[in-house]
């Protein structure tokens, strides 16, 4: 049965309206590259108990090659379930949609049948499609779940989309928000000009996905003219792959950006600001940037490994691992920034977690 945003529970949709945390859920492997369910269900855990309000799954840090492998819908279901066991308080759970129509849409209609609230479409796979193309793409996939748009960045093979799109994009009937990853300013404002001339920003929501980006894209206002006067928008939360680690942080961090909002009327101390900087110097770590993110999965393991809530940072792809010196990246950001970690949080409750 196709899902429309009519159709989502009452709390998970304020829950996006007033913006959440959504760590990208990775795939735990043991040292064979087999599904270790164990160390998911620990996974899912941790994120549940740090406070985040959704899981994303079947998404790029999941590796795209679950499917391959035939573990979409285990990887779907394990998330599911397990976030159902430990907790009842609501979470918006995202499912991750690629390929050609037919594809996604299949996957669509398998995270419905899971209990799933979204669908978050790559376009990568269609990358060369026209624009024309890619709207009756999504257009098709909406018809079965409410759609999380994204704009991937091209390192990583998604298509350089216009205003124009995103303003499409937005009139989509259910299309629920915006995932915006293009690790790229002008991009960036794209969407929201796309967004803001369908009218569609109130309705809309627009989750950072800008992980070289995080806090300034959650501080900072973003304008956009209309009818000759300026509309406002914020981004509401993030979804994101550096939000696999250090989550506990992560939840606390975007309370203290809403709660300076709220309290000074949009004015940021010179602290908060500053923590942009500090944040982006941990993801060009753990996203390997100095090795053009090849190790941007594997990175986020090593951490996770380096808690305890890994075993290894085997990724599906034996050739897919950390970046040269990428590992005295990861020290060195622990070094200068270990205050932003949540080790502590995980050590408390890791065996807890892995029972």
Not at 249 to 274: F, M, R, T, Y
Request: negative net charge; aromatic residues 8%; glycine residues 8%.
């Amino acid at each position: 049965m196709a899902l429309q945003r009519s159709d989502l529970p009452a709390d998970v949709l304020a829950l996006l309206a007033q913006g959440t945390v959504i760590p990208a859920h990775p795939l735990a492997l043991d040292a064979e590259r087999q599904f270790d369910r164990r160390r998911q269900r620990a996974l899912t855990r941790y994120y549940t108990d740090a406070g985040a309000g959704g899981l994303a799954v079947g998404v790029h840090t999941t590796q795209f090659s679950i499917r391959e492998r035939g573990l979409y819908e285990t990887v779907l279901r394990a998330a599911a379930e397990d976030r159902t066991a430990w907790t009842d308080r609501p979470m918006a759970m995202v499912a991750g949609l690629c390929g050609p129509t037919a594809q996604a849409r299949a996957e669509a209609r398998t995270a419905v049948g899971l209990g799933y609230h979204a669908g978050l479409l790559s376009l990568a796979a269609v990358a060369s499609a026209s624009e024309d193309e890619l709207i009756a793409h999504c257009e098709a996939v909406a018809e079965e779940i409410p759609l999380i748009g994204f704009y991937l960045q091209t390192v990583v093979g998604g298509p350089i989309l216009s205003s124009d799109f995103w303003r499409r994009f937005a009139l989509i009937p259910n299309v629920l928000a915006i995932k915006v990853a293009p690790f790229n300013r002008y991009r960036t404002i794209d969407v929201v000009r796309g967004v803001v001339d369908a009218r569609a920003e109130e309705r809309v929501f627009l989750y950072t996905g800008n992980d070289d980006h995080i806090v300034l894209d959650l501080a900072l206002p973003f304008s956009a003219m209309r009818d000759g006067a300026l509309v406002q928008v914020r981004f509401r939360g993030g979804l994101l792959g550096h939000w696999s680690v250090w989550t506990a942080s992560a939840v606390q961090q975007l309370a203290q950006i809403k709660a300076e909002i709220a309290a000074h009327d949009g004015a940021l101390s010179p602290a908060l600001l500053a923590l942009d900087s500090r944040v982006t110097d941990c993801n060009a770590a753990f996203f390997d940037v100095k090795n053009n993110f090849h190790g941007c999965i594997a990175g986020c393991h090593e951490v996770l490994r380096r808690q305890g809530l890994l075993e290894g940072i085997w990724c599906l792809d034996p050739a897919e691992g950390m970046g040269a010196g990428q590992g005295e990246e990861i020290d060195r950001v622990y070094r200068l920034h270990g205050d932003l970690a949540d080790d502590a949080f995980v050590r408390d409750n890791l065996a807890r977690w892995l029972a």
